[in-house]
């Protein structure tokens, strides 16, 4: 079964903007993780973090994780055209969990 | 440094025939082991996952099978392909019991069936 659910589902923006791109998830998580799809290949991991964070900060990406909401959130700033992609959000247990993805495209 | 290798890449074969595809690991040691499946346009769906050699889990009932004949070696099997089985296959591997919690990905398999 799925755990995450991203939204939106697709995003597109100018160069240079930010995007925001939302996770929602199910059960209590010890960590939560985002990861990079480009079309066609494997999935590369971003950022991780952990329940008791609320916000960390990796280059031009900033997550913040709501557990009483049971969401986070991934910000990409001054965004770039290599910046296209899908991104997931996954959360863990022994398995991973992954959510359906938020195809970003960004317009040079 | 570790790498994840996954062959082949790309794959079409013909409704009711077998399916194996491979993936192994490399520069670590007793690594959880994972099989994605990625519809189109989809999210990932985890189909299997391995903590050591012989113990398999799988997480929905369907036409794949999994195994782990050695410690960094996992295959996805199919004895009879069916046309709801084209997709993307990702294998990716976790360090056994660690609390980082990263996935590394392998490049991927596309299967299409006809």
């Known amino acids: 079964s799925q755990q995450g659910e991203e939204d939106p589902q697709a995003l597109s923006i100018q160069e240079g903007e930010n995007a925001t791109m939302n996770c929602s998830y199910k059960?209590?998580?010890?960590?939560l993780q985002w990861y990079r799809q480009n079309s066609g290949r494997g999935l590369v991991h971003l950022i991780l973090?952990?329940?008791?964070?609320r916000e960390k900060h990796s280059g031009r990406l900033r997550v913040t994780l709501d557990t009483s909401k049971k969401s986070s959130s991934l910000l990409i700033t001054a965004s770039r055209a290599a910046d296209t992609a899908s991104y997931f959000c996954?959360?863990?247990?022994?398995?991973?969990?992954f959510g359906t993805g938020t195809s970003l495209t960004v317009i040079p | 440094s570790q790498t994840i290798h996954q062959w082949p890449a790309t794959l079409v074969q013909p409704v009711g025939s077998p399916l194996s595809l491979e993936c192994t690991v490399e520069?670590?040691?007793?690594?959880?082991l994972y099989w994605y499946r990625q519809a189109a346009g989809r999210g990932l769906q985890l189909l299997f996952y391995?903590?050591?050699?012989?113990?398999i889990s799988s997480e929905v009932p369907q036409n794949l099978s999994a195994s782990r004949p050695q410690d960094r070696q996992f295959i996805l099997s199919s004895k009879k392909l069916l046309l709801s089985d084209s997709g993307f296959y990702l294998c990716?591997?976790?360090?056994?019991?660690?609390?980082?919690?990263?996935?590394?990905f392998g490049e991927g398999s596309r299967l299409t069936v006809l």
């Open positions: 973090i952990r329940s008791n964070e």
């Open positions: 990716a591997w976790s360090i056994a019991g660690a609390n980082t919690g990263e996935l590394f």
């Open positions: 391995s903590v050591g050699i012989g113990q």
């Open positions: 996954a959360t863990d247990g022994n398995q991973f969990y």
């Open positions: 059960t209590s998580i010890n960590n």
């Open positions: 520069g670590t040691s007793n690594p959880n």
